[in-house]
């Protein structure tokens, strides 16, 4: 599985129901909300072999109330 973290910047007044919608997906490992620029950070394990871009789009971006995402690939874990 491939570990990548996406900051979720929500619509105004979506973010806990965004959140909802996450939670009941069961894709995340784990799930926080968050200062600044972006209001949700999770943490996705995605199977291997699958197309990240692919795999996030299908499973988080088409939550309505999602704004905007930045995804972060991550390589080793110290």
């Known amino acids: ?10 619509m105004p007044g979506q973010t806990y129901s965004v959140a909802d919608q996450i ?3 069961e894709i995340i490992s784990e799930l926080y909300s968050t ?13 291997k072999g699958e197309d990240i871009g692919k795999y996030i789009h299908d499973h988080v971006l088409n939550i ?3 704004a905007r ?4 690939m991550t390589f080793t874990a110290f």
């Open 35 to 47: 200062s600044g620029e972006f209001d949700l950070l999770m943490k996705i394990y995605v199977p």
């Open 64 to 66: 309505p109330g999602i």
């Open 23 to 25: 939670y009941e997906r």
């Open 1 to 10: 599985m491939t570990c990548v973290f996406v900051q979720l910047q929500c």
């Open 69 to 72: 995402s930045l995804t972060t």
